[in-house]
């Protein structure tokens, strides 16, 4: 059992050192995102299952602090308020729970950070698709050759890996890069 947990760990580091080759996107990406907030504007984030979780964690991040004490900043991931997910998800289908969020609650100017290992998620795609539509910049984050998404967002990060969960493991490593490198430029001495 112990070299199936060093070569998974061994799988995750290769994977992240990988994605050194996307520092030009991910400099992008937080360049957006400190113009978004310079500009008194709003993060918006979404993903299915893990990258929920990972959704909500960022918008957390940027609402109370990563590292430096600062002001809150604004975020919402759509995948923690769970009555809008089940109701429109019941009247409107599974595929337009974030599309409507996104039309309830983003702005031009805005950012939506969407998170898809596959890229193929149809509701994510079709938030990105009324994101755009509306004026808000997309940071896609993407997994395996990008699916369905890939060429979608005004940035996109395709992790190169095909297994889920170092996608997510890269993504999140993303987005703290992102936060810190935001936060420091907003906040940092």
């Known amino acids: 059992m112990q070299n199936k947990i060093k070569a998974m760990i061994e799988e995750s580091a290769e994977t992240k050192k990988m994605c ?6 991910i400099e992008r990406a937080a360049k957006i995102v400190v113009k978004t907030l310079k500009n008194k504007k709003k993060i ?4 299915n299952g893990g ?3 990972q959704a909500s964690h960022i918008a ?9 004490e600062r002001k809150g900043l604004p975020a919402i991931a759509f995948t923690a308020d769970l009555a809008a997910i089940t109701s429109i998800g019941n009247d409107y289908g599974f595929n337009a729970v974030f599309e ?9 100017g ?3 950070i969407a998170l898809s290992t596959s890229g193929n998620s149809q509701n994510i795609i079709n938030a990105v698709e009324k994101a755009k539509k509306i004026g808000i910049k997309v940071i896609g984050l993407l997994g395996k050759n990008g699916g369905k998404m890939k060429n979608k967002s005004d940035v996109e990060m395709i992790v190169p890996s095909e297994n889920t969960p170092r996608i997510q493991e890269a993504h999140l490593m993303i987005l703290h890069i992102i936060c810190e490198l935001a936060e420091k430029e907003l906040f940092g001495k």
Not at 20 to 25: D, F, I, K, S
Not at 60 to 68: D, M, Q, S, T
């Open 100 to 108: 409507r969020q996104i039309e309830a609650l983003g702005n031009k």
């Open 20 to 25: 050194a080759e996307l520092a030009p996107q």
């Open 110 to 112: 805005d950012v939506f």
């Open 44 to 47: 918006l984030l979404a993903g």
């Open 51 to 53: 990258s929920a979780t």
């Open 60 to 68: 957390a991040e940027f609402v109370g602090r990563y590292k430096l």
